[in-house]
T-cell receptor, first 115, second 112 residues
Framework: NAGVMQNPRHLVRRRGQEARLRCSPM?????VYWYRQLPEEGLKFMVY????????ESGMPKERFSAEFPKEGPSILRIQQVVRGDSAAYFC?????????????FGPGTRLLVL | KQEVTQIPAALSVPEGENLVLNCSFT??????LQWFRQDPGKGLTSLLL?????REQTSGRLNASLDKSSGRSTLYIAASQPGDSATYLC???????????FGKGITLSVRP
């Protein structure tokens, strides 16, 4: 069973471009979470999705950021018109349906650099 | 709003030393608490998960304790090794399948 996969691992964008980050959860996992780790900061929650539904987007910036988890295919975190402050590591985590011992399994992250 | 604090931010110890990493949280109404390890440029590896009804969990040389009433958790590492050098993150959760709230982590360096 492959772990959580994220691609690309590294992404360089110029200011104003769009960034698309992809996350494939572990097999059998229907819950996906996105976190952002800014330099010298801890991981901050962004959004929690289940298939075709956004459950909690309380950590998402109000503008330029969007996320989806379609019925088929990976979850996508999209950042429009990137700015230098968007440079960070973006981690995706997945978990199985609710259970007492559930944990979140993290991917290796996508490191976004905005020039 | 839940806040998770890990102090100090960095720690350097000689190999073989037993050590304790601290984590505190402001809202004691948690569902579970988890300790993660993060190596430079890598993702997170789950080390130990403690449910709110539990007091401690052990895995090999690692032992994590939880005191909900005081809002504290500790990660005990026995007989530290250079391979333990990494950043250790504490995270709390308020409900099943809810988000994790992380501390900033403690960067541990174990000197040979």
């Amino acid at each position: 069973n492959a772990g959580v996969m994220q691609n690309p691992r590294h992404l360089v964008r110029r200011r104003g471009q769009e960034a698309r980050l992809r996350c494939s959860p572990m097999k059998g996992h229907s819950h996906v979470y996105w976190y952002r780790q800014l330099p010298e900061e801890g991981l901050k929650f962004m959004v929690y999705l289940q298939k075709e539904n956004i459950i909690d987007e309380s950590g998402m910036p109000k503008e330029r950021f969007s996320a989806e988890f379609p019925k088929e295919g990976p979850s996508i975190l999209r950042i429009q018109q990137v700015v230098r402050g968007d440079s960070a590591a973006y981690f995706c985590a997945s978990s199985p349906p609710a259970g007492y011992q559930e944990t979140q399994y993290f991917g290796p992250g996508t490191r976004l650099l905005v020039l | 709003k839940q806040e998770v604090t890990q102090i100090p931010a960095a720690l350097s110890v000689p190999e073989g030393e037993n050590l304790v990493l601290n984590c505190s949280f402001t809202d004691s109404a948690i569902y579970n608490l988890q300790w993660f390890r993060q190596d430079p440029g890598k993702g997170l590896t789950s080390l130990l998960l403690i449910q709110s009804s539990q007091r401690e969990q052990t895995s090999g040389r690692l032992n994590a304790s939880l005191d909900k009433s005081s809002g504290r958790s500790t990660l005990y590492i026995a007989a530290s090794q250079p391979g333990d050098s990494a950043t250790y993150l504490c995270a709390v959760r308020h409900g099943a399948n809810s988000k994790l709230t992380f501390g900033k982590g403690i960067t541990l360096s174990v000197r040979p």
